[in-house]
């Protein structure tokens, strides 16, 4: 319990603050509207905006989109979560066989449920970017490292003439910007990435370093927010992989 | 004020449920870590994951790689707010000149506030279809075309080739689902809309009495969410738009 880390002072203060914070939280609350906005706002209540929903709706509609496009041979398609589905990579790399397979807020478990359709078109390259959603929801590392293996294996039974980039998860700013995951455990799974990527003999792209500025953060030219990308950083992705990039 | 609206007796059996829940709120709150994570919750601290900010900084990222991307001649734009963004429009049509250029969360301000980055490019067309989170914010509708006439105007003036189509706004299904807006106000801007388009002599598509059912709501078939489509939303809307397009 906290209160023995405290001397009592300390913490009859922060009792005190406490109280009147929350009295002013109670008129607060009452005063937009009661109980319905406290649920709506704690997420208590099914509000299709809430985080959770609306990204599970989302979900539900691109890959239910992803289904009905045509496959086509030669396909080159990047796969993973926002920081793949935020761009316009055939644009950017001029290659007309590009497609985009991002799913804000994807999971290595989500992508492991929809990979199958995926493979199904029997892509010529998957470049693959996941990791940073799992670290975000605290999944254990031996878990998300045990879904990652089993996307790969899956891709190399249904489709193993799919030249697989495995690429390293991105780290994150969390200095400038309110951000709780740790680059620690960003380096950790890249290295456990790193070792499934030989294991298959699938190549791997070490974006980390090149994002990385000297403190080992996101470097802040790249990022608004100290996770997503804006133009500048999608042109060091860019200049990254275009010599994976089969023509 | 509420009081008066109520008897004595359902306004004190609503107090008492107030505070009983407030004290339960209390208590959870401080459970879960106190101040901060109400500040959090209620969006008053600089969470990067908050709707508002995350949506501002999702613009900012979008915009400075559409910034980034080069043009090229004949090119197709999909224009306007999540409904085009999440959708693949190139593989859904077929046509390799059609480039996204939605921004989620986009609203007639926002999307006047980048409209000088999309006519520099000269596009052969534009498919417009903005208007959706003006009514979710309330904005007026005066002012909501307002900004309409804008967009359309400095098309116009920077780029007169350009043939656009300005597509209605889509209905939403506030009866399945929890969505504040109300189809009477879609119906209203959409006759403005279409008001504007006659007078700047541009097709108007009429796509709102595709997508609803007989009660004038979003079909549920097409939505999980009673706003945003899933992929069969998306083939109702090619079948639509598939007259109006370019080779």
Chains 1, 2 share one sequence.
Do not use: C
Request: charged share 20%; hydrophobic share 35%; no cysteine.
């Amino acid at each position: 319990m906290r209160i023995f880390k405290h001397s009592n002072g300390k913490y009859f203060a922060s009792l005190t603050l406490n109280v009147l914070f929350a009295i002013a939280g109670i008129i607060f609350i009452a005063h937009k509207g009661g109980i319905p906005y406290l649920m709506q706002k704690l997420n208590l209540a099914s509000d299709p905006n809430s985080a959770a929903n609306s990204r599970e709706n989302y979900y539900r509609h691109r890959t239910s989109l992803f289904k009905l496009l045509p496959n086509s041979p030669n396909q080159i398609v990047f796969l993973g979560d926002s920081l793949t589905d935020s761009a316009e990579w055939r644009e950017l790399l001029g290659n007309p066989h590009i497609i985009n397979r991002g799913i804000y807020g994807d999971t290595t478990t989500s992508l492991l449920n929809r990979i199958e359709v995926v493979v199904e078109g029997k892509p010529r390259q998957i470049f693959l970017l996941i990791g940073i959603n799992d670290i975000h929801r605290e999944i254990p590392l031996k878990f998300i490292v045990e879904n990652y293996q089993q996307i790969l294996a899956t891709i190399r039974e249904k489709s193993p003439e799919t030249d697989v980039v495995v690429q390293s998860v991105l780290p994150i700013n969390n200095q400038e910007f309110t951000r709780t995951m740790s680059n620690e455990t960003v380096r950790e799974l890249n290295g456990q990435i790193k070792a499934l990527a030989e294991q298959f003999s699938y190549r791997y792209i070490d974006l980390f370093s090149k994002f990385a500025d000297h403190r080992q953060q996101l470097n802040p030219k790249y990022t608004e927010d100290g996770v997503h990308l804006n133009g500048e950083g999608y042109l060091n992705w860019k200049e990254q992989i275009v010599p994976y990039l089969q023509e």
